[in-house]
């Protein structure tokens, strides 16, 4: 029994997924012919109260589209230093959109509307244009933290008053909705473009969403093709994300209980020096200096419990719908045994 916790990613999908999967009606996307896509897309614009929904590959592209329909290049773009789009999508924001990022140093990858108002260039021809603000929720290297909504409805007023586009990367957005009891319609007024994704806690195999208004949103599928992720029957991956949608999403609750015991239990262990306060599914820890990160991890492999290490010092565990049980009760006494 190995126990991966190195992302919520490493999910396989269920036979029940799978069933419906197989079960799917298809047709050529790219003629805009396959039903259970067009009916994924339908139901997530709806959920959202937006006009269009756009489905992806992955995360990443969904982002990058984002990225190309709020901007034009030279502009800049201002997210935390945490965040995704900066760290973990190859620069794709310069190479696909010619645009730079201002990052703003925040708190575990949250920031405030004053750090946004501060971050935004004055309107001289010599700077370059700011043009959008990037949240992330949860916030991935910040350890699964959730947003506080009236600081991002503080961020929107600031958005209005110099014009910028407001983008969320809320691959985990399910994670935070079930957390903090919040419902999609105010993330869809709030925000001009949200991209979530199905392949982490949701369980499926492939598949992200970018959702947004008719205006913002006409050149997304243009631009989806220029990254190259048009798919033809991608209604098996829909499929999967419709049933994900129904049996996958109030179950989050169960990863963050999950890994809120993992949190307790290392927080106690010698071992361990710090453990960031666990609000959704992600636990990060950091180990006292005389133990080493690498040494620490090879250990637990041998104990076919595997962890990844972010860098920094940062170890990091996410639980997901393929740790079970019984992976979660051996883990616990191991942990508590270090
Ligand atoms: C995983 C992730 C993405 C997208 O990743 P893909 O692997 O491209 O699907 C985007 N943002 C965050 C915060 C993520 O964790």
Request: charged fraction near 25%; proline fraction near 3%.
């Amino acid at each position: 029994m190995i126990i991966d916790l190195r992302s919520d990613t490493v999910t396989k999908p269920s036979k029940a997924m799978l069933e419906a999967m197989w079960q799917a009606r298809v047709g050529d996307d790219v003629f805009r012919e396959d039903p259970t896509v067009n009916f994924l897309e339908e139901r997530i614009a709806k959920m959202f109260g937006k006009d269009k929904a756009l489905f992806f590959p992955s995360g990443t592209m969904a982002n990058q589209t984002a990225i190309k329909l709020n901007t034009n290049p030279g502009d800049q773009i201002i997210c935390d230093k945490y965040a995704h789009i900066f760290n973990y999508e190859s620069g794709g924001a310069s190479f696909n959109s010619g645009v730079s990022c201002k990052l703003i140093d925040g708190e575990k990858g949250r920031f405030t509307a004053k750090q946004v108002e501060e971050a935004i260039n004055p309107d001289a021809y010599y700077y370059s244009k700011t043009s959008l603000v990037e949240i992330e929720n949860t916030t991935n290297k910040g350890g699964g933290a959730c947003w506080d909504f009236h600081e991002i409805l503080k961020i929107r007023k600031v958005c209005d008053n110099h014009q910028l586009g407001l983008h969320l990367d809320g691959a985990r957005l399910w994670n935070a909705l079930i957390a903090k009891n919040e419902t999609t319609e105010p993330y869809g007024k709030v925000f001009d473009t949200i991209s979530l994704c199905f392949s982490k806690g949701l369980g499926c195999p492939v598949g992200s969403i970018l959702v947004g208004d008719e205006v913002i949103m006409r050149d997304a599928i243009r631009i989806r093709k220029i990254f190259g992720g048009n798919m033809r029957q991608a209604g098996y991956l829909a499929g999967a994300a419709l049933y994900a949608l129904d049996h996958n999403f109030q179950r989050l609750v169960e990863d963050h209980q999950k890994a809120k015991e993992i949190g307790e239990v290392l927080s106690k262990q010698s071992a361990v020096k710090s453990v960031y306060p666990v609000e959704t599914n992600i636990v990060i820890f950091e180990l006292n200096d005389d133990v080493g990160d690498k040494k620490f991890v090879e250990k637990l492999k041998e104990k076919n419990i595997l962890v990844i290490e972010m860098g920094d010092g940062k170890l990091r565990i996410v639980t997901h719908l393929d740790y079970t049980g019984p992976m979660h009760k051996k883990l616990l006494n191991e942990f508590k045994n270090l």
